[in-house]
């Protein structure tokens, strides 16, 4: 199956400042790429995706980066304020196989 | 548009014990999944139902799991009995299509079961 890793696992920034979290997944078939935000006592909420064809996408102060090469994607948050304070998890998919395969997460700590 | 209804939002029983959770997905939405998300780790899919069929159940513990989805609409989740290690949140999300160029999974809030 579809072996995915997140990097970092705990990212802690500074108010204002950026934060990237990186995505490694196996599955060269692996042709959409999303990211999904955690919140406490909360389910998964899709912030951003991207699909195989594409190799970067932006909405305001989040973009998602996509090396289809090296596998991997990258989830970029600028300006960071303390509600970006949560889970993020990336979760690659082979649309064709149905299946879609979480990281185990990143938390990550926006200090004010 | 309401979200992915679940319920109940906490359960805790003791091991050996049965419990059942019940999820309604979003309107039309045909695909509907079950995930085990222990703390600190990412959901794990336990299955997968296409309208009322099963996609895919290959992590399913089917001697104590069990999973079904009448009517094509909302789906309850069983385990019986239960183990320590099943303690987790378990999550219910839905999508509106399986194929294509997307397949954007709408969660519900979870139900969190400790068992005793």
């Known amino acids: 199956g579809e072996n995915v890793e997140q990097h970092p696992s705990t990212l802690s920034v500074q108010e204002g400042d950026s934060a990237v979290i990186k995505c490694t997944y196996s599955?060269?078939?692996?042709?959409?790429f999303p990211w999904y935000k955690q919140e406490l006592g909360k389910g998964p909420q899709l912030i951003i995706d991207?699909?195989?064809?594409?190799g970067e996408k932006k909405d305001q102060r989040i973009a998602v980066t996509l090396n289809k090469t090296a596998k991997h994607f990258s989830l970029h948050i600028t300006e960071t304020q303390p509600e970006d304070s949560a889970v993020y998890f990336c979760?690659?998919?082979?649309?064709?196989?149905?299946?879609?395969?979480f990281g185990d997460g990143t938390t990550l700590t926006v200090k004010p | 548009e309401a979200g992915v209804a679940q319920s109940p939002r906490y359960k805790i029983i003791e091991k050996r014990q049965s419990v059942a959770f019940w999820c309604n997905p979003i309107?039309?939405?045909?695909?509907l999944y079950w995930y085990q998300q222990i703390l600190g780790q990412g959901p794990k899919l336990l299955i997968q139902?296409?309208?009322?069929?099963?996609?895919?159940d290959s992590q399913l513990p089917k001697d104590r799991f069990s999973a079904e989805r009448l009517k094509g609409v909302d789906s309850t989740l069983k385990i019986q009995p239960a183990k320590l290690e099943d303690s987790a949140v378990y999550l219910c999300?839905?999508?509106?299509?399986?194929?294509?160029?997307?397949?954007?999974?709408?969660f519900g809030p979870g139900t969190r079961l400790t068992v005793l």
């Open positions: 999300a839905s999508s509106p299509r399986t194929s294509g160029n997307t397949d954007t999974q709408y």
């Open positions: 599955d060269s078939a692996s042709n959409y």
């Open positions: 991207i699909r195989s064809n594409v």
């Open positions: 979760a690659p998919k082979n649309t064709n196989a149905g299946k879609s395969t």
């Open positions: 309107s039309g939405h045909a695909t």
């Open positions: 139902f296409q309208n009322n069929g099963v996609v895919d």
